[in-house]
């Protein structure tokens, strides 16, 4: 939701790198509750624990598509389209009142727009968040997981400006690292995950360079 405006489109923010946060979140999401796990190698592996359902159709159908790519390793997977849980995301979201499905851009092309329904879901996510980052609630390991993700696809501070409580995006960067720095199960998952989404934003930048250099 905090990667979607109310009109239903991306924020800019994260236009171009809104696939690895969100199969980072799911793939987070699933090592919490002990279907996936992460080696310990420098560029660590995948190995699938359980494929026993969660329950949650966005969890379960990513964990089956992973079956398959057991053993790849977790940068591979991070930038892995097939992985891309939006449409479960948006579908489970409309299902639940929370999106409506809209029309289609310009002369009925691209894909169909899902624009807010009803805004208290997210209005509870951001207020949590900003508890969180003023010191007011504890945070739990997917609040945490949540802005490091973020911070890591350098959006944090565009997405969470009204929440922030006015810090610069230096002062957050700080704070979120404050908050990730030492969390128990945090040290694991979401450190090997931050560290893909950043090698893969560093391949994107670097692509792009040499394409630019070229012409």
Not at 108 to 115: E, H, I, L
Not at 132 to 139: I, K, S
Not at 186 to 193: K, Q, R
Request: net charge neutral; hydrophobic share 45%.
């Amino acid at each position: 939701m905090l990667l979607l405006r109310p009109d239903g489109r991306v924020e800019s923010a994260v236009s171009g790198n809104r696939l690895y946060g969100e199969v980072a979140a799911v793939l987070v999401d699933l090592a919490l509750h002990g279907r996936i796990s992460f080696s310990q190698d420098r560029h660590p592996v995948v190995d699938v624990v359980s494929t026993e359902p969660t329950g949650n159709p966005i969890l379960d159908t990513t964990l089956h598509r992973l079956v398959p790519m057991r053993g790849k390793r977790l940068q591979s997977l991070v930038v892995w389209p097939k992985l891309d849980p939006l449409e479960i995301v948006v579908e489970s979201l409309v299902v639940q009142g929370v999106l409506v499905r809209g029309e289609r851009g310009f002369f009925g092309w691209g894909s169909a727009r899902t624009p807010e329904s009803d805004p208290a879901r997210e209005q509870l996510l951001r207020a949590r968040l900003a508890a969180v980052l003023a010191g007011t609630a504890a945070p739990t390991q997917a609040d945490l997981s949540l802005l490091s993700i973020l911070q890591n696809l350098n959006a944090a501070h565009a997405i969470l400006r009204a929440e922030c409580g006015g810090l610069s995006a230096r002062d957050l960067k700080k704070r979120i690292e404050q908050l990730t720095a030492g969390s128990p199960a945090g040290d694991a998952v979401a450190t090997a995950v931050n560290d893909a989404i950043a090698a893969a934003m560093v391949a994107i930048m670097a692509s792009t360079v040499v394409v630019a250099t070229i012409t």
